[in-house]
């Protein structure tokens, strides 16, 4: 089946600048990469997606890249808010699958 | 954050005690899934339904049982045969099965068995 490796597993950054997330995965058949956010006790909300057939996908401060060859893709937040704050987890899944979610990314924005 | 409904928003029980957890949803979406949440170990699928009166095993299935009944309702229950069954619940809906779809999450059931 389909692994998903995500890293880091915390990461603070200062508020302005940017974090970046990373997740890898092992099927070469996986074709839906979404990207959820979960603030404590809440429910996980997806913020971005994107499909094998794109390489980037852009959504104001948010942006996650995908390298189908090396089998990873990214989430990037710019100009980092404390409302940003939360844990992110990264997906893979295929039309025959269910998805495969990474352990989470436990993000803090300092003021 | 309508759509997407789990009751209770806390449950306690005794060990030994099967208990039910409730997930429905009104988005009219052919699939639904439990996953369980620990910490560090991001979402575990347990089971998933991708129509009425069919459902398949994730990848923690052992100890819960499900049902669907209605394209609505997708019940959970922990059996006593879950070795450790404190966590959190979450209950979600695609509008079809496979993967290439986005799913919606319910607030979760955080689950205590002392």
């Known amino acids: 089946g389909e692994n998903v490796e995500q890293h880091p597993s915390t990461l603070s950054v200062q508020e302005g600048d940017s974090a970046v997330i990373k997740c890898t995965y092992s099927?070469?058949?996986?074709?839906?990469f979404p990207w959820y956010k979960q603030e404590l006790g809440k429910r996980p909300q997806l913020i971005i997606d994107i499909r094998s057939n794109v390489g980037e996908k852009k959504d104001q401060r948010i942006a996650v890249t995908l390298n189908k060859t090396a089998k990873h893709f990214s989430l990037h937040i710019t100009e980092t808010q404390p409302e940003d704050s939360a844990v992110y987890f990264c997906?893979?899944?295929?039309?025959?699958?269910?998805?495969?979610f990474g352990t989470g990314t436990s993000l803090t924005v300092i003021p | 954050d309508g759509g997407i409904t789990q009751s209770p928003k806390y449950l306690f029980r005794k060990e030994g005690q099967n208990v039910t957890l409730s997930c429905e949803q009104n988005?009219?979406?052919?699939?639904m899934y439990w996953y369980r949440q620990d910490p560090g170990q991001g979402l575990r699928l347990i089971y998933y339904s991708q129509i009425v009166n069919d459902f398949q095993k994730g990848d923690i299935a052992e100890g819960y049982s499900v049902s669907r009944e209605k394209k609505e309702s997708f019940p959970l229950t922990v059996t006593s045969a879950q070795k450790n069954p404190t966590a959190f619940y979450l209950c979600?809906?695609?509008?079809?099965?496979?993967?290439?779809?986005?799913?919606?999450f319910g607030p979760g059931t955080r689950l205590t068995v002392t």
């Open positions: 979600a809906s695609s509008p079809s099965a496979g993967g290439s779809y986005e799913q919606y």
């Open positions: 988005l009219n979406h052919d699939a």
């Open positions: 099927d070469s058949a996986s074709n839906y």
């Open positions: 997906a893979a899944s295929s039309p025959l699958n269910q998805f495969y």
